[in-house]
């Protein structure tokens, strides 16, 4: 039977344009362009190294240190930096506070550009058209497919990455998290409220 | 160019279908595939590969996934330019890699042209090659709420025109002057000085 085996050289399952980068991959190794053992490493890099988790700290800094969320405000870049956190796509940062009168959003409608060293590469939606097309004209609207409802008195601002600059939302603390730590504090910290499409989870 | 990357204000592709959370690559192809363009020693600049990217024929850019506008981005490159094959980047330096601090920043000689509060107008225009200026904001008036200083310029940059620095400011444009909204969203872009003219 040719499909039962998981052989690396039977590639009949692969789907075309897995077949398409295989090939390309086998070729930059031939040329001695690309180490595989270092795909190897960077694929992981950021699927356990590199993610949200690094954002949600932190938020959950800014949350509880005046003089760091005050530093965040004034020169994002150096007070990310200081808790570790540097590199591509996250050269230049602004953190957006939001409040009950503004609510920030994030989005890139020329392509998917991303705070990758504090959220990690971003999802499958970021990047898709329906977001990307109407985070502009109808933010309301996408933050309903959220579940989101913001009263009408606040504000939204949705700022377009166009440039190297790299958005990070601090969403708003969860009421009744007076008693959490910092780490307890950024377990409420999701993804998603880091680019102001959902708000931060809610004190257990 | 105003190719179908532009999206902003588009209409018609339906839900978002955003769930909580996700594997960072759905299959194995695309994991490699990241991996690849960021790995593959190339003498091009991130503006250049954007550009590669959006040189994908607009009906097939819709239909296709984010790494497969990388693999198009990639292959575009490859047939320009010949990687150096004298230090491919071993499993050891990727981190460094990944976590180097750059700047896009650059010192330039001439002051800024506009000042924080003062309105100004994106410049409508149509370049056949890349640029950062969206379609939706082309000829809408803009508050400047920041001056970041000046920062490489894409549109130079991406056509192998050097890095031409030119200051960079983000604008407030409010959802009635760009969408004809009666309300009080506003949309913040981070835009060039060469797309901007005074109001």
Redesign the interface.
Known sequence: MPHDGHGHDDHSELSPIALRVKALESLLIEKGYVDPAALDVLIDTYETKIGPRNGAKVVAKAWTDPAYAKWLKEDATAAIESLGFTGRQGEHMVALFNTPETHNMVVCTLCSCYPWPMLGLPPVWYKSPPYRSRAVIDPRGVLAEFGVALSEKTKISVWDSTAEIRYLVIPMRPANTENLGEEELAGLVNRDSMIGTRLAGKAA | MNGA???????G??????P??????????E??????A????GDWS?DED?SA?ESMHPAKY?KT??Y?HW?HG??FLLKKYT???SS????E???A?????????RDVQTPAAFTIGQKIRVRIMNPTTHT???R?VRGHVGEVVKI?GA??F?DSNAVARGENPQW?Y?L?FTAKE??GHA??????????EPYLEPA
């Open positions: 990357h532009d999206l902003g204000g588009m209409m592709f339906g839900p978002i279908a955003a909580p959370s996700e594997p960072v690559f759905h299959e194995k192809w994991g490699r595939m990241a991996a690849l960021m790995t593959v020693p991130i954007r990217c819709l996934s984010y497969e693999l990639l292959e990687p150096d094959s491919p980047m071993r499993p330096d990727i981190w890699a990944l976590t180097a601090r750059r700047s896009y920043t950062r200026a969206p939706y970041h920062h490489v894409p960079l983000t407030r760009l969408w309300s009080n969203d506003s949309v913040m872009l981070d835009l060039w």
